[in-house]
């Protein structure tokens, strides 16, 4: 039986490679940055292989509400909330739970919500 193009109508998702290139950076992030990240706060510091002062207050802060602060969180939080986003949209439509179309918008929706408060109180910080 032949089947001409109109006859056939193929649903293509036009903006799955944004949200593939956004779970990849996000995976890259959580593997890279996210435990230096650890190992500095968490371990080093502590263990006091890290001067106190490294990561005083006003320090911090300072980092934290600048340019470079502004981009640490965008790869920190925001790209690896769009990575944990995509895994849960495809775990819930391995398991059948929901729509795709309501799961696609409430997983990035609210990844894509929680990276604007995040940017967002780095912007407020830095123009205090």
Not at 28 to 48: D, E, K, M, S, Y
Not at 68 to 89: K, S
Not at 115 to 123: E, K, R, T
């Amino acid at each position: 039986m032949n089947m001409n193009k109109h006859e056939v109508q193929h649903k293509q998702a036009f903006d799955e490679p944004l949200w593939w290139g956004l779970f990849s950076a996000g995976g890259v992030c959580f593997a890279v940055l996210l435990p230096a990240v650890i190992l500095f706060i968490a371990v080093l510091l502590p263990l006091g292989l890290l001067p106190a002062e490294a990561l005083s207050y006003e320090r911090a802060s300072s980092l934290l509400f600048s340019v470079p602060g502004f981009l640490f969180v965008g790869a920190v939080v925001c790209l690896p909330l769009f990575h944990a986003a995509h895994r849960l949209r495809h775990g819930m439509f391995d398991i059948s739970v929901g729509s795709d179309a309501l799961n696609k918008k409430l997983m990035y929706g609210g990844a894509a919500l929680l990276s604007v408060l995040a940017l967002g109180i780095v912007v407020a910080g830095f123009l205090r």
